[in-house]
């Protein structure tokens, strides 16, 4: 984000009858025409789009033909897009995906970390154990990275690294969806060590309509990004977890809508029903801000939704603040005035 | 926060070259004769202060005569003013407290949480061990709270709630320091249950500069001021514990210094030698903001510090952004805009 004095402020956080902190941040919706039809902010502002574009990173991966050679399953390609909780699930999947490719945990470079959830942390702890490289929330990305390396007949080691092959051709996806030349200058690492590239926010807009829509693509990418969009909306619980925005949303929507979360407060989405692609960016980083601004722009573009879809949504645009007695202090809930505006530029 | 479209940016976070998420904040500094000697943003927004102001919270205890009568060290009066990380020492130290009042965790109404740290929580999963109230980060200040309506005859239950005896005085102490007055409408229910009020910042960076200075105070609430501002400037480690800001910057600074953060972004300090009291809050709540803005205030105003003091700010105030192989990918660092109207207000 190079400017944002622009950004305004688009959640609160209210504690008794006042707000003790706003959010802040950008928005843009794009057409398969690759209009934007919603911007709120400077959407030309460029975003990490850290594992928000996990799926795109995952293109390869089926495109080259790896995932048929690897027999990878529908849970097994959504856990290559996913951001997961390290429950069991996911971290036996990742397990199974390495052997599929003839690999182990050694030859993971994304590091490793606790589970999110207290109860795998526990389970772990009782075993007397740590956590390995397969609880890494991106294990099934790096995962389905590997076995894109062997299928390229590349070396598996340094995979991680902007000139491997695995790298090069993400590179290469992004470019083409997003319209946008990436170079070194807007390149950063991502937690789990891999290249994440700065493009401007409407340009991820733009490269999720294409992905929910497949306009412009070739048959061959076409298919890989249907393949894609159908295993994680099949399987949201790989894309994330228990209690998780992601896959809730995207098991409530049945296969209507993909969404994928981000470090540092940023969110991705396609909803091929209406041809748009979002992505949105809460200035500060926050995933309680993300999560209530595309709770609230799903709101706005889902009206023809069920009494369970609503509840699901409204579990995450306004949560409630509570307290160690779990007694509601206050709540998140999307601004006024930004509701008022999409509603303004959606209608 | 009524109103914060005034509120710069205050902190960056950086990955690779480009800045990935801007934080937004409000600084206000006061002097013993009650004038306004810096502010940054709309410092007359009204700031829900959190545990900032934990160590006023504890005032009432002392000037009582409470924490005579029950024989409190400086290490209890210190975990009373504390936001602590939950380590054994406190989590002892807050059940010596309450034996010495006579009560036991079954007393407290703050509910309970796991220990920050994972080491902590490790150690009570192992011992198949649920978290308690003692475990609370609130559990000290909340021992206090009880040992106070021991002292005032007051029924322990119900303390913490707004028209108990215990939260009356605290709201006496606030009104006193603050000149203010705090009436139901700015009420909010803090985390731990007990009501927090909404005061103008620089109404809180005045009570700080009141608190390290004695200004205006008469005999009793200046000792009472004094023993827990010693109390925590030499007992550092039980107002927050490892790995954290209050203590490692109280223990550098050897009393020259206090500092006390809160939820949602709310940090406060005193410099009893600058005659200067401090309060500050990150727009959006985080943490991290919060302690980058208090870190550069200090390297600002403690011009005169040594080698260790230094180090110690610049952990807090340039904190690296790491990736899950502990290499650095960015930093959080202050705005340079917000460090030059720092010096420009403050030298």
Redesign the interface.
Known sequence: ??D??T?P?TVE?T??????????GLVSVVNAQGEEVCAIGDTST?V?PRSAIKVLQALPLVESGAADALDLDDAELALACASHNGEDTHVKTARVMLIKAGLSVEDM??????PKR?ED??AL??AEEEPSALH?NCSGKHAGFLGLARALGAPTKGYVLPEHPVQQEIKAVIEAFTCEEVTT?????????IP?Y?VPLKAWARAFAIFGTGEGLDEDRLAACDKLYEACVSEPFMVAGTDRFCSDVMAAFEGRVFVKTGA??VFCAAIPELELGIALK?????NR?AESMMGALLEVLMQDRNDEQSKVLQRYTNPPVL?????T??EVRPAADFVADLYAQLS
Do not use: K, P, Y
């Open positions: 984000m190079s944002t004095v950004a402020i956080v504690r008794g009858d006042l707000v003790e902190s706003f959010h802040r460029r990490f470079e994304c590091g490793s970390h606790w207290m942390i526990a702890v009782r890494n200058d807007v390149c950063g690492t991502d937690g789990c060590s994440t700065a540092e407060g809460a200035e500060d980083g926050a801000a307290t160690r007695r779990d007694v202090a206050g």
